[in-house]
């Protein structure tokens, strides 16, 4: 995948050897995924980490990098219990890790990037120049699209996007009415002509699980089906994306 960077070529030094979700086996540099809004709260890192297990579940090779100084994904590996689905922790909290990947970590499928709510200026643009994709938590509320408004506008100037290296998705968090988006995001979503890449309803599951380094990925039970099923459009999104790189 062509990237531009001196960060990107860190991580894309060696032809890596990797695997789809479906496990066929293909040559490329890990896909990345950036959870990245100025807006703190929004869901970045029970975002990164839920889809982290979602992957390492399947068998792909995962790492979650954590670039926020608050180190909320580091926290929840450390407690993730040895019989789950193994996830390599990154620690890229330093500005000056952003991109390395340890040789003994590769080959990998995914990196995550739990990015900080702080994210701005050259923080961004450093983790955009790494990211195949950024996705931008939102919940329905009036400071969260107020907030994401200028950040989504920060990010269309950001080179990777401009250019169509990167591209971002808005996930719509903490919904509470499934049939109807709360007023102010589908206001938002209408008004920017954004379509939301997924969906998440708030349960009390994601804070519960994630206590225990656990997500909705990790059980089995069928009260987590539904939740898993808004997952759904998003891994697909993630899917085509590596298929289209991997061609
Ligand atoms: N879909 C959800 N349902 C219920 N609670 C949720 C959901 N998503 C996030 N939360 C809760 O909202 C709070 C903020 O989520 P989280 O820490 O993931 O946000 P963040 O964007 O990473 O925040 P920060 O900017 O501080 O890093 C947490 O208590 C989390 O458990
Ligand atoms: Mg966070």
Known sequence: ??????????????????????????????????LANVKGGCGK???????????????????????DP???????????????APIHALDWTQPANIGKIPQELRPLDWVIIDAPGSTRGARIEQLCT????ILTPMTPSFFDTHATQRFLMHLENVEPVRE????????????????????ALSL??????????????????YPNLAEQG????????QSLAPLKAQWHPLLELMQRRM?????
Not at 243 to 247: E, K, Y
């Open 1 to 34: 995948m062509a990237k531009g960077s001196q960060n990107a070529d860190e991580m894309s030094e060696k032809t890596l050897q990797t695997t789809d979700l479906t496990g066929s086996c293909i040559n490329t540099a890990p896909m990345t995924v950036v």
């Open 45 to 67: 890192s029970t975002i990164a980490t839920s889809l982290a297990a979602a992957l390492a579940t399947t068998g792909a090779k995962v790492a979650l990098a954590d670039a």
């Open 70 to 84: 608050q180190r909320s994904s580091l926290t929840w590996l450390l407690r993730r219990p040895i019989a789950a």
């Open 130 to 133: 790494v990211a195949d994709l």
């Open 164 to 183: 169509g290296r990167a591209s971002m998705h808005i996930i719509a968090n903490r919904i509470r009415n499934q049939s109807a988006l709360d007023d």
């Open 188 to 205: 938002f979503l209408e008004r920017f002509d954004l379509e939301p890449a997924a969906e998440f309803a708030e349960r009390s599951a």
């Open 214 to 221: 656990l997500s909705i990925f990790d059980r089995e039970s």
């Open 243 to 247: 298929s289209a790189a991997t061609a």
